[in-house]
């Protein structure tokens, strides 16, 4: 592991700032100083890509919402669990993922902007817009077949990491 992959793993507590070793740690995490036991929350960027908080966790890994400080954009950023991480199979699953999203270009399809490894995690990097919501219901209730389908309702457009539970 590089010198600045290693220094990026330890932050400082805002209380007392003492150094915290966070590179066991899941990013965005609580975690108590070992100094002074204040609650501090795990902060973890992957190359240019800064976590802000969690969407949803699923079956290969967990997506999070990240800011792109290139681009100064939001994205969705997803990682491969950490049990599964030491696993060439499931690394190069994610990685078949991200060349077939990225190769398909369709509006019920997420965009793939890029992937990589850092901290020794394979990351994915799609499209995160609040304009992938879309409105369904209706006017007339007798075209609605859900109780909890009233006009007008939201939810999410359904993409490809469909098994994925709300955090």
């Known amino acids: 592991m590089a010198a600045d992959e290693k220094s990026s793993l330890t932050q400082t507590c805002p209380a007392c700032g003492a150094l915290i070793d966070t590179s066991a740690v899941e990013p965005l995490a609580r975690i108590d100083c070992p100094s002074c036991g204040e609650k501090v929350r795990v902060e973890r960027a992957f190359d240019n890509f800064v976590l802000l908080e969690t969407l949803g966790i699923g079956g290969m890994g967990t997506v999070y919402k990240a800011r792109d400080t290139l681009l100064d954009r939001e994205v969705a950023l997803k990682l491969l669990r950490d049990d599964l991480g030491g696993e060439v199979d499931h690394a190069a699953r994610l990685q078949h993922e991200a060349r077939v999203a990225a190769s398909v270009n369709h509006p019920n399809v997420i965009q793939v ?54 955090v």
Not at 117 to 138: C, D, P, Q, R
Not at 153 to 165: D, I, L, Q
């Open 113 to 166: 902007f890029s992937s990589g490894t850092a901290h020794g995690k394979f990351y994915l990097v799609m499209n995160w817009s609040i304009k992938e919501v879309s409105m369904i219901g209706s006017r007339n209730k007798k075209s609605c077949r859900k109780k909890w389908c009233s006009p007008p309702a939201f939810r999410p457009r359904r993409v490809c990491a469909r098994p994925m539970r709300r």
